[in-house]
């Protein structure tokens, strides 16, 4: 079964902290996302990334970075949390090949910043 | 640059009535379509796709959806309502040459007893 583990599913940090989530997959797949949930607003994509050291910006980048060493984990950086970075966040996966392969989605990391 | 437009952010139905959630998009070239839906605290799970071929796509728990290229539009539809569809509802879209996702904004689905 295809597996997306996000490392935590919920979390609560202060104002400055670096905030680092963390994603695995177990399906060998080229392509990971990071992807942010507002109410309202639906999915909005911060970063992607289709290969290991490879990334490319999505629609809201700012305030975040993202890094892949590995093929399997894709990590989302916070460098400085703020108030209005609260949000669900998911981690997604997608083979290569066709762009009409589904992606496979984490349970998500519900942060906080107080 | 593509888009996708979910209309009604919230939609109510009696259990054993049609469901129908509206999606239209916006591609500059061939779309590929999507339904995920979402569960609460989970993440998200696909309900069906669109890639080429038979317009009219059936996915899982009684889903289906059509895709009406001349409407660009990508309904989804159940024709009887279960409890257990309450959730939210994600339309989306890639293009052809590319493998990022663009989401609607969603659509919550309640279901009446």
């Known amino acids: 079964d295809v597996k997306v583990t996000q490392s935590s599913r919920y979390l609560v940090k202060r104002t400055g902290e670096k905030v680092f989530l963390e994603c695995v997959q177990d399906?060998?797949?080229?392509?990971m996302f990071w992807y942010r949930q507002d109410p309202g607003l639906g999915l909005r994509l911060i970063y992607f990334?289709?290969?290991?050291?490879?990334?490319e910006k999505g629609d809201i980048p700012e305030g975040y970075s993202v890094s892949r060493e590995k093929k399997e984990r894709f990590s989302l950086i916070l460098e400085s949390a703020s108030t209005n970075q609260t949000s669900m966040y998911l981690c997604?996966?997608?083979?290569?090949?066709?762009?009409?392969?589904?992606?496979?989605f984490g349970q998500g990391t519900r942060l906080t910043v107080v | 640059a593509q888009s996708v437009t979910q209309l009604g952010s919230h939609v109510s139905v009696s259990e054993g009535a049609l469901v129908l959630l509206r999606c239209n998009y916006s591609?500059?070239?061939?779309?590929?379509l999507f339904w995920y839906v979402q569960y609460p605290n989970q993440g998200l799970q696909l309900l069906l796709k669109?890639?080429?071929?038979?317009?009219l796509v059936k996915g899982i728990n009684g889903f289906e959806a059509e895709f009406k290229k001349s409407e660009t539009s990508f309904h989804l539809t159940k024709p009887s309502a279960h409890m257990s569809d309450a959730a939210e509802y994600f339309c989306a879209v890639t293009r052809s040459n590319d493998y990022k996702l663009s989401f609607g904004a969603g659509t919550t689905v309640t279901v009446r007893a």
């Open positions: 997604a996966s997608k083979p290569t090949g066709t762009p009409g392969t589904e992606a496979f």
């Open positions: 591609s500059s070239v061939p779309p590929y």
């Open positions: 399906m060998d797949h080229e392509n």
């Open positions: 669109y890639t080429t071929g038979a317009t």
């Open positions: 990334s289709y290969d290991v050291k490879m990334k």
